[in-house]
């Protein structure tokens, strides 16, 4: 007699009574160690690559020069970050479209100086002078934005024109003098001068965002699971909230041996968070990333294409600005350097390497700290040694293109497995 066919399992349903689509226990979401090995052979690397890198950095400029890890460095490292990576997180939004800004730098030298000729020269009270200068930004993004959009022009000439323009423009508000010194007690200086001396604000802001990221998570998964999607494990939930916890109350501490948590790091978080959350859990967020994974696509859907497009170097614009302000607030000055140098080449290299794809439809916000993180480590370790800063040069180019590699590969790996 033949052995009988197995019966089938009964079908399980979710709260919605649809077909209930996790994974049994014991898979996929129920295991995030083979679950994490499955995304990596797909291509999803995350934040892995960069956080090792960042790892990788610190163990060999503190082997070179004990001094590297000390709170003081830390501290310094942590204020440091901030004005770059403001740029670098409107860099991002661009970015997610496969597009590039070339004027950012420009943007944030002429915010600083269009900041201090309307507060020093012109009496205009400093709270309505920060304002002007943000809203300018977004301004100006806005101009690229319809050049690019509108007119067809390439957002590489736009941005091309805006970095040789928006210089000029600086140059001339500064005048013959070629510096205007800031108010070092007024609002601007208090960007990256001030500090929370009580030990319990730094540790109170990490308690806060540990929870407030189990809150969401947890939020996220029963939300996904009521509409019956695969989603992660509580297992991988706890294991992440401690891996945050950890990281955030080390932070915490390392900063309370110093001069406690800066408000300019207090507020680079607050960005980054809101930003997050607007690309994660907002509809602009989803129309920015259906637009950069496929611009014809989106047309079809009955996105308006021109609409994102624009506002992403509003975004830009207005982050560079802000940036400027906070650079202008570390020497509390405005001059003709404002804005030059590698600071453009910094900003995009901090997007890049903190893991955001320079081919669109890939980033977080999250990646511009990153970057950031690993390029102003190794300005500060090649400071540390003595170093010529060529050394710095070569050694954040040689970082960018293993990025660049890496981000080519995962893209390989994951059209190899149909995700892209």
Known sequence: MSRPWPLPLPLRRNRTGGPDRRPPSG????????ALARRFHSGELGAVPVVLGLVVVWIIFQSLNGHFLSPRNLSALSVDIVGIGMISTGVVFVLLLGEIDLSVGSVSGLAAAAFAVLNVNEGVPEG??????VLAGTAIGAIHGFFFAKVGVPAFVVTLAGLLGWNGLMLSLLGASGTINLDDKGLVAMLTGFYFTHVAVAYGLAALGTAGYFLASYRDVRRRRSAGVPTRSQREIILRTGVIAVISLAAAYVLNQFEGLPLALLIFLVFLVGLDHVLLRTRYGRMLFAVGGSVEAARRTGLNVDLVRISVFMVS?????IGGLFLASRVTSATQ???????????IAAAVIGGTSLFGGRGRTWSALLGVLVIQSIASGVALMGVQPAVQFMITGSVLLVAVVIDSLSRRAQRAHGRV
Not at 27 to 34: E, F, K, S, V, Y
Not at 128 to 133: P, R
């Open 317 to 321: 614009g207005t982050m560079a600005a």
């Open 337 to 347: 350097t404002s804005g030059a140098g590698n600071l453009l080449m910094n900003a």
């Open 128 to 133: 309505l002078a920060l304002l002007l200068t």
């Open 27 to 34: 898979q996929g979401a129920q295991n995030p160690l083979r």
